[in-house]
């Protein structure tokens, strides 16, 4: 089994900066990619940013300029740092991670989540 465990989510005014970080553990032979989704009241798991093992990135246009993704792959950890946050980024924040576990023969990485953080920006 593999884990993620976020943490960094909070209330913060417009303008405002929070880092999020997220951790995995557990059977994990290798990370792929990895990366933070959102979710809205009433609206669908959208993504905002991943980062490849080789430290490639891809932002959604909303968060471009604003937001940067960070990996840590001796810790197999995740950081995204928020800046210049609007109240239009009011969501909860899932990390996401593509792990190849340690099972014999195992080589398809498989999806795992987290269990969201609540990030709150008030005008």
């Known amino acids: 089994q593999v884990y993620l465990v976020e943490s960094g989510g909070g209330s913060v005014q417009a303008g405002g900066s929070l880092r999020l970080s997220c951790v995995a553990s557990g059977s994990i032979a290798r990370i792929n990619a990895m990366g933070w989704y959102r979710r809205t009241p009433g609206r669908h798991r959208e993504p905002v940013a991943d980062?490849?093992?080789?430290?490639?990135?891809d932002y959604a246009d909303s968060v471009k300029g604003r937001f940067t993704i960070s990996r840590d792959n001796a810790g197999n950890t995740v950081y995204l740092q928020m800046d210049s946050l609007k109240p239009e980024d009011t969501a909860v924040y899932y990390c996401e991670a593509w792990v190849v576990d340690t099972s014999p023969g195992s080589r398809i990485p498989t999806q795992y989540w987290g269990q969201g953080t609540q990030v709150t920006v008030s005008s």
């Open positions: 980062i490849d093992s080789d430290g490639s990135t």
